[in-house]
DNA sequence: CATGAATGAGAATTCATTCAT
DNA sequence: TATGAATGAATTCTCATTCAT
């Protein structure tokens, strides 16, 4: 075989293992995973059922890829990305809020529902050693927002009385949860503001407010005194 | 029959009734609703498997039937006892949240498990239909949070900005999210210092502190007082 | 327990046997014996599943229950009837005919399904030791046909080469087979003219309609005398 | 895969659909649907109960499947030869009758029970749908007969009036019913007789009865000369 | 006589997984 | 590598019947 024709075979098998994964989450979100048989996933993806085995060797660890690939694709990168572009606080947990509920949410809440379905509940019956190569990811995963207040607190932020773990449960918890309440109410319409009105009594509770310039603050400050100028300039024009 | 006759055969199918929800409950949240078949639960409660049917009808509405009781004979009629007898904003909200984590994490957070896979997750799938029963309790319930804070900024006790919908999302998520990391990681030891530490940064969140300023709603006012000014600004240069 | 008592006792039971015969039958009918359910029937009935095996000790035994009462109260009375008021062949035949369907078809071709069920197919399952108790009001039933057909022959109204028992397959067969169809298309619509026009061939082909010859048995009778002749002849010749 | 291998697979799986089929026809003749069950018919075709559902997806399809095969491989074709070998009226109606008699009542009457209870009875209640499939097919051999009704009259062998719709119920109620009383008795001895004392009255009906010449007539008043002539012969021998 | 709770065998059907081709 | 026929255990649920009250 060339290094062509073997390139090429990679590429086919990947598309396939793709195709499989992408036909297996939307059935899981829709229906469930019990709900789900791999027949159906197979017939989805265009492929004999036992191919589906071929690649996943069974109907969890095909579960365990699809979270595994979500992880790897969709929420660990863009959260490196927020913490690495975005630098001030506030702003860093609201993207990375905004990130997780639009990941979570998007597809009908697609991941929202298997993350919840699967590790929030079978995980354990499933067994640990099976959620043992998913715990890294969303180690990493969480670490970022970890990072992201381990920071705020550094920069004055944040409140310095902050712990980390009730923090992320504060974080992850309300948005998880509010997000479930207003697709449930208004589908993903205007979820992006429902997560600002959420993070609005979170921030109140964790930002350090003995130094009265959060950003919004200063920025209205920083407004207050061109428009103080402002004044005065008009004051010197018609004086004149 | 005589009525002592008539009274012993109600008790007994009430005590019937009790058996089969308890062993359905305990194997529910040990093993899953999916992972528990009608036969283990009726040789659990020492029935046959068509006195289980006999009872409920189905499998969905023996689950239905768990989670009535439970919202019937314990969250319901804690929260209202707990909306009753304490007064003071902060301390109903603590005693709310301790309440609702110890009667969700009870038995090996046996209820979490039940409602997270239930309602949260196969709700949808069953159809709303089936809910539609649960509805009004879950409703009654989540009332008595709407009732603390609504009497909270009555009193003066929390910020008089604050919206219910986040709010129930900010109490019940943080909670549940929390009581299942911490479940995870140290079972039910500490539970209790646990909500301590989570309701912390809430109630920083939600009470008034009496500083007028850093709100939201105050920067906005003072900034729509700075729109006003330049805009002044602004004629008068042009009216010039 | 006065006479009285006693009285009005056996016709409450009587009264009772009746609703759990007329619920059973509807059922039957409308749903098929399997998918009928002695519980169905009970509710139907207005009392207790215990009842319906009090009264009738098995399903069985109360499908043999609806089929009694259907040949003694509706099928052979008016069949008696009708011998003996109607005394015209054609008549009794047509009078006859329109009984039998009409009998049958009555609310929504009940009985008939009743008797293609259970007598046409299940009979044999159940046993022949079940149906000894109907073959004799059946046979009584099928005897006002046979004796229509008999005083037919004596008066010279109809041929007098024709048997009883195809004679019976002829008319039942055809006019069952014919409702079934008729009610199939058009429903109880136009029924009795439907009758008549199967009546029609089925007359044309039994009445004595005075050519002596092409008959089948006159053909045969023919045939054997040309046999008797050929043989004859071939003796005759082989003697030589 | 070589042609040849796969051609052999296609073998055995339409081997192994015909032993279900065969087993599943004995049983639900000899049994009845509704106490035949699935396991009984995996066992009896030697294959596990869901290989069963694997070839016809569920116990109506697999009635559905067999009654097709029987219109398909038996019913059908041989109406068809019957209509295009025999041309003599009154030949292709005797002929037909010995088929569609034989063609029931082969293995003790296995597809007359078969099409009493299902078609006849159960069809109403599984719905209509599924019974589409089948009524092309019932439509194709009814129409068998139609066509030689229609040419029977345009040859003058029958009379002129005769409505369809009637005639198929006298044709095949009288068939069945007779069928079925026959076989109640006597079993298949002497089945094809009975058959022909069942038509008699029939043809009786159906025949034009103007023209004496019916075809056995004909080869009645034919041998009547031959034997004349024959015996005209052995007179003239003898008187030498 | 009447009840209806209790039974447990049995029904149809599904499903993840295997393996010969 | 890919297929899809085959499996058979497991599942939910139904039902005629019994029997203590």
Redesign the interface.
């Known amino acids: 075989m060339t290094d062509n024709a073997r390139r090429r075979s990679r590429e086919r098998l990947e598309e396939r293992e793709r195709g499989i994964l992408d036909a297996a989450t939307k059935l899981f979100a829709t ?2 995973f ?2 789900t048989s791999t027949r159906k996933i197979a017939a989805a993806a265009g492929v004999s059922e036992g191919t589906v085995f071929h690649y996943f060797g069974s109907k969890n660890e095909l579960m365990l890829g699809i979270l595994d690939r979500f992880y790897n694709e969709v929420l660990n990168p863009r959260a490196a990305e927020i913490l690495d572009t975005v630098m001030d606080t506030r702003s860093r947990l609201r993207e990375f809020a905004l990130h997780h509920v639009a990941a979570l949410s998007a597809d009908s809440a697609l991941m929202l ?1 298997l993350l ?2 699967y590790v ?3 995980l354990e ?1 499933v067994g640990q050693d099976q959620l043992s190569s998913l715990r890294p990811l969303n180690r990493r995963y969480v670490g970022h927002l970890d990072r992201a207040v381990r920071e705020g607190i550094e920069r004055g932020d944040l ?1 310095s009385n ?2 980390v ?6 974080f ?7 997000m ?2 207003h697709l449930y109410h208004h589908g993903n319409e205007g979820m992006a503001d ?1 997560v600002d ?2 993070l ?7 930002h350090d ?1 003995d130094r ?1 310039n ?1 950003d ?2 200063l920025l ?1 400050e920083r ?2 005194k ?2 103080l100028r ?2 005065r ?2 004051d010197t ?2 004086g004149n």
Chains 1, 2, 3, 4 share one sequence.
């Open positions: 229906a469930g019990h709900a529902r919840q379905v929030g509940v079978e019956v409140r902050l712990q773990r009730p923090l992320r449960d504060l992850f918890g309300t948005l998880e949860y509010g479930r309440t429902y009105a959420l609005a009594p979170i921030w109140e509770g964790l407010n009265p959060s919004a603050e209205t407004l207050e061109v428009s402002l004044e300039s008009v024009l018609e």
